[in-house]
């Protein structure tokens, strides 16, 4: 089994920061892309930010400057660090992976439960 586990979230004040964690556990044999999506209610589930195992990061638009991705490969982590928070970033992120995991079978369906970042006055 594979697990992905989101912490990190919050209630934070507009211009305040949060950073995420996301760590996978279980039966890996190699993680490639990491990435952040977010939903707010009413939308469409989006993509934030990746990061590939060699470091190579892209983000949107709408957070570039204020979030950064990364990864400690060591310990099968990856963080999202928000800072500059505006209201429309509040939404609930979500972590995953492209991975190898048990039976040596890759894929990049696996998702986290899921933070809820708030930012409001």
């Known amino acids: 089994q594979v697990q992905l586990v989101e912490s990190g979230g919050g209630l934070v004040q507009p211009g305040g920061s949060l950073r995420l964690s996301c760590a996978a556990s279980?039966?890996?044999?190699?993680?490639?892309?990491m990435s952040w999506y977010r939903q707010a209610p009413g939308n469409k589930r989006e993509l934030v930010a990746r990061?590939?195992?060699?470091?190579?990061?892209n983000y949107i638009e709408s957070v570039k400057g204020r979030f950064t991705i990364s990864r400690d490969n060591a310990k099968n982590t990856m963080y999202l660090q928000m800072n500059s928070l505006k209201p429309e970033d509040t939404a609930v992120y979500y972590c995953?992976?492209?991975?190898?995991?048990?039976?040596?079978?890759?894929?990049?369906?696996?998702w986290g439960q899921g933070t809820q970042v708030t930012v409001s006055s």
């Open positions: 990061i590939t195992s060699t470091g190579r990061t």
């Open positions: 995953n992976a492209d991975l190898v995991g048990p039976n040596f079978m890759r894929s990049d369906d696996y």
């Open positions: 279980g039966r890996i044999l190699n993680i490639y892309d």
